[in-house]
């Protein structure tokens, strides 16, 4: 399977080879398929995959054939090595496609971690396979430290270790914790994934006709961003 994202476009090119079998858990964003007609057979997903997804049907398509799928504005797809002992946890909607032969069953997290994370459940996905994960912008991978505390933005982690120490936190000073979002705190071995789309809207607020005295305010008092509109 290869695939190839367009720089500056919200589209990946998708090529699958004559043995190469691939399932797509948003088979609507297929914009546009070249193939044998008999090559893509749709399924129902289980119940469970059903809920989390929020979608019904996922796809199953055979090469030889290539195929263009659309992503949402800002978005990218990076295809991620899943080896047969991964200890990954993925939230399920990053998941957009799969190579056959890979599994993944529901992970359901301790309750000192579901209370922290507020997430009761997430996916964890077995190889050898290719799994493609969808990211507001681009996909990066972080190595956890056993001594080192590592700080990810609660909105921006994609997937951890299973073993992995977490809990909900800040850092920094005063002023640092009041002008950030909570965070994940995580200490362990393995890599982090993460995605880097900017979700600081006060980037845009710089080209705007805001005056410098609201500017000003919203980044000196505590919860400016929040009253100072």
């Not at 209370?115 to 972080?142: C, D, N």
Request: aromatic content about 8%.
């Amino acid at each position: 399977m290869k695939l190839d994202t367009p720089p500056r476009t919200g589209s990946v090119n998708v090529e699958l080879d004559v043995d190469d079998t691939l399932h797509v858990l948003h088979p609507e964003s297929i914009a546009a398929y070249q193939g044998s007609p008999r090559s893509r057979e749709d399924r129902f997903m289980d119940l469970g995959g059903a809920l989390r997804k929020k979608k019904w049907i996922r796809s199953k398509l055979q090469g030889p054939s290539r195929f263009v799928m659309g992503l949402p504005a800002g978005y990218s797809l990076s295809a991620i090595d899943i080896p047969q002992d991964s200890n990954l946890l993925f939230d399920f909607r990053h998941a957009a496609l799969f190579t056959d032969g890979m599994t993944f069953k529901t992970k359901v997290l301790k309750l000192r971690t579901a209370w922290i994370t507020r997430e009761l459940v997430r996916i964890k996905f077995s190889g050898p396979g290719t799994l493609g994960v969808l990211s507001a912008g681009e996909l990066a991978t972080i190595q956890l430290q056993p001594d080192q505390p590592l700080f990810v933005d609660k909105n921006a982690l994609v997937a951890y270790p299973e073993d992995a120490s977490i809990r909900l936190s800040v850092y920094g000073n005063s002023l640092a914790s009041q002008h950030m979002n909570v965070q994940w705190q995580l200490m362990g071995r393995g890599p982090v994934l993460i995605q880097t789309g900017s979700r600081d809207t006060g980037l845009e607020d710089k080209l705007t006709n805001d005056g410098w005295l609201k500017r000003l305010l919203r980044e000196v008092l505590p919860f400016g961003g929040v009253y100072i509109k």
